[in-house]
T-cell receptor
Framework: GAVVSQHPSWVICKSGTSVKIECRSL??????MFWYRQFPKQSLMLMAT?????????EQGVEKDKFLINHASLTLSTLTVTSAHPEDSSFYIC??????????????FGAGSRLTVL | GENVEQHPSTLSVQEGDSAVIKCTYS??????FPWYKQELGKGPQLIID?????GEKKDQRIAVTLNKTAKHFSLHITETQPEDSAVYFC????????????FGKGTHLIIQP
């Protein structure tokens, strides 16, 4: 089945530093990748949609200069949290579409990245 | 935009019993309804999905039903096992697939031995 690899699975950083999270589709080409944020015991909040080779589309209220998204290839998207602060601490999850049977447009999630900003 | 309501927020059932989680959606144009299972500290995993041209779909102990008229869909898990304990999310999309999914708030399913 379709696999999406997300790295790192957890990261701790100091306030003011930047953190990069990678999302890779391992056995399929993902034309579209999505980035979500999830607070404890909450649902997934879509942050942005990224298409290979074009600028990401951010959801309302998400700072694009704070959360930089790059989708340089059909198998890789990165999320960089710039100048991280404690309030950015969260569980970030990526997903990719295109990995279903016969190329069906289903969504496959990565395992998530837990960010803790001290 | 689409609004997805999910109930209950927590569901506790005895091992071996059935569990049912229900979702309603607001936009009649929605045509794709996946269900995801999320275990603690992990990303959600697709467990079953249904499209609007089908009323029911089954995969072993898991089934999903869709009532387009009432705009609701349900997840049914039979013969529950401890490993079914997790948070389950329903979602709806108007674009026939992964794009534009709106998620419910999740149901914490607890299987009691």
């Amino acid at each position: 089945g379709a696999v999406v690899s997300q790295h790192p699975s957890w990261v701790i950083c100091k306030s003011g530093t930047s953190v990069k999270i990678e999302c890779r589709s391992l056995d399929f080409q993902a034309t579209t990748m999505f980035w979500y944020r999830q607070f404890p015991k909450q649902s997934l909040m879509l942050m942005a949609t990224s298409n290979e080779g074009s600028k990401a589309t951010y959801e309302q209220g998400v700072e694009k200069d704070k959360f930089l998204i790059n989708h340089a290839s059909l198998t890789l998207s990165t999320l960089t949290v710039t100048s991280a602060h404690p309030e950015d601490s969260s569980f970030y999850i990526c997903s990719a579409s295109g990995g279903g049977d016969s190329g069906a447009n289903v969504l496959t999630f990565g395992a998530g990245s837990r960010l803790t900003v001290l | 935009g689409e609004n997805v309501e999910q109930h209950p927020s927590t569901l506790s059932v005895q091992e071996g019993d059935s569990a049912v989680i229900k979702c309603t959606y607001s936009d009649s144009a929605s045509n794709y309804f996946p269900w995801y299972k999320q275990e603690l500290g992990k990303g959600p995993q697709l467990i079953i999905d249904i499209r609007s041209n089908v009323g029911e779909k089954k995969d072993q102990r898991i089934a999903v039903t869709l009532n387009k008229t009432a705009k609701h869909f349900s997840l049914h898990i039979t013969e529950t096992q401890p490993e079914d304990s997790a948070v389950y999310f329903c979602a709806a999309s108007m674009r026939g697939g992964a794009d534009g999914l709106t998620f419910g708030k999740g149901t914490h399913l607890i299987i009691q031995p």
